[in-house]
């Protein structure tokens, strides 16, 4: 797990073998791609979470990566005095947001990144009941309408605080709160609807 700090030193590693090109030489390109290849790490599982968590029926893997790729060559835009998250999350955003406008997805998550069972080994009727809760967590979810799901995923999929949400999707950090509020109002109505708490 790479902290704030360690985040910002991998990428001012990249950003300055970039901006020096091809006379960085051949240890500053390694060092810039072992920094990218700790970032990826770090980060791809996330955004390939958010990918599946967005666009219902979707594997997810050739958008992550492409998005992945895409903020490595966007990296000189990037100012790092800021965090790299909401700014990744955000290319991330717009990315699976024009997928899911041209594609219009309705079809239920797959079961990536869903709830974690119990560290203590559960019966085969506890698997079966959980399997069943996170089926219908994930069809109210997907039932949700797109912002408010991104909303809803980023918050809880991927941790980001109101503000990095806020910054990720270009909207005000009021209007995050509405769209968490009126999210958890329709899941939960949903999940009630079918006996779930």
């Known amino acids: 797990m790479l902290h704030d700090q360690e985040i910002t030193d ?12 091809a006379d960085s030489g051949h240890a500053a390109d390694q ?15 996330q955004v390939l979470a958010f990918c599946r968590r967005t666009l219902p029926g979707d594997s997810g893997e050739d ?16 100012d790092a005095s800021r965090p790299f998250g909401p700014w990744l999350f955000r290319i991330a955003a717009n990315r699976c947001w024009d997928e899911a406008r041209r594609n219009r997805r309705s079809e239920p998550l797959d079961d990536e990144g869903a709830a974690q069972l119990p560290a203590d080994s559960p019966s085969p009727l506890e698997r079966l009941i959980t399997a069943e809760r996170r089926e219908r967590v994930r069809e109210a979810l997907s039932g949700l309408p797109l912002r408010q799901r991104f909303a809803l995923t980023l918050r809880y999929g991927a941790g980001l605080s109101y503000q990095e949400i806020a ?13 968490l509020l009126r999210g958890r109002r329709r899941m939960r ?4 609807g079918e006996g779930i708490e």
């Open 10 to 21: 991998l990428v001012r590693t990249c950003q300055q073998a970039d901006e020096q090109g």
């Open 31 to 45: 060092a810039a791609q072992d920094a990218w290849a700790a970032l990826y790490r770090h980060f791809h599982p």
């Open 167 to 179: 910054d990720t999707l270009g909207i005000t950090r009021t209007n995050v709160g509405v769209l």
């Open 63 to 78: 958008l992550a990566a492409e998005i992945m790729m895409k903020t490595r060559f966007r990296l000189d835009s990037f």
């Open 189 to 192: 109505d949903r999940l009630a």
